[in-house]
């Protein structure tokens, strides 16, 4: 069971659809590579049997404080793209199942001095981990203006992009954009008055992501799950937006980001993984209760025999 300040750091999305998904065997080894406020942990730890294993991932530091005292669990504070690596380090080699929930959590949106939300006036900073070097400053204050106009568009899907690049630009010719106050002035009076918050929160999603490399993390993260996931195993991965997605039915359906999957010299067809089941979304009493589950997609895969 979650305490109530679990339950306020981040409120699981999807949880049961995505435990459900991994088809848990009660003395498997499983990986949580989002533990966050623990609710998925938790609930996989529910279905193991005492010879189960439960290995998590964070690399905020302000995870580590939910921490689960179970003998069955061991927290790994990293960013999952090390996952193979550290897993090694633990003597793991492969696994019968990873959940990935990705984004943001509440509680990192709700800490203004984190900088994640629009709603507060506080340092460009948007780092998950809070020893990286690159902030959202340096993405604000020193992008060039083709580069901060590739990340709007591409993470952000901002159509005008390229009218933001410039305004930023131009602003902080006169001096340093310092907070997320001074930001939303700049771009505000570009926006339709009545989806201000709406583009905003792209826009931030869009320097997120650029701050802590999430597109290349997700990548290695599907890339290493081949790797160490047994055949018969399964991932769950419960995606906020359209490219993370993307990413991810691609790579399920072929083995890979872009272009065709690979064939063999007898032509066959080698995909690591089969989806299971279709597309699973939030009904609208989760949405109810939790509209950051709005925008979640959780797609299901079971590693195959190759």
Request: glycine share 6%; hydrophobic share 35%.
């Amino acid at each position: 069971m979650m305490n109530n300040e679990q339950q306020a750091y981040h409120i699981p999305v999807l949880l049961k659809a995505s435990v459900d998904g991994l088809n848990i065997k009660p003395d498997g080894i499983y990986v949580d590579v989002t533990f966050g406020g623990g609710g998925h942990s938790r609930e996989i730890l529910n279905r193991l049997n005492e010879n189960g294993r439960l290995y998590a991932f964070d690399q905020d530091e302000d995870a580590l404080k939910n921490t689960i005292n179970d003998s069955r669990f061991t927290l790994i504070e990293a960013n999952f793209s090390n996952l193979r690596n550290f897993l090694r380090l633990e003597g793991v080699k492969q696994v019968d199942g990873i959940l990935a929930d990705l984004g943001i959590s509440s509680h990192q949106i709700n800490r203004p001095k984190r900088g994640f939300s629009t709603r507060y006036d506080e340092k460009l900073d948007m780092r998950m981990n809070q020893t990286a070097e690159l902030t959202a400053y340096e993405v604000i204050n020193q992008y060039d203006e083709t580069e901060l106009r590739r990340i709007f568009l591409q993470y952000g899907d901002l159509k005008n992009a390229h009218t933001l690049a410039k305004a930023i630009v131009k602003a902080r010719e006169e001096k340093p954009v310092k907070t997320t106050g001074e930001l939303n002035k700049i771009v505000e009076k570009h926006f339709p008055k009545a989806k201000t918050n709406k583009f905003l929160a792209k826009l931030y999603q869009a320097i997120r992501i650029e701050v802590n490399g999430e597109i290349d993390a997700l990548k290695e993260l599907l890339k290493q799950s081949a790797m160490v996931i047994k055949p018969g195993g399964r991932l769950s991965v419960i995606s906020y937006h359209s490219l993370e997605d993307r990413l991810v039915k691609r790579f399920i359906r072929d083995g890979k980001f872009e272009g065709q999957a690979e064939k063999d010299f007898y032509g066959n067809t080698y995909v690591p993984f089969k989806k299971v089941g279709k597309l699973i979304v939030p009904d609208e009493a989760e949405i109810e209760r939790n509209p950051r589950a709005r925008s979640a997609k959780l797609r299901i895969a079971e590693r195959t025999e190759h």
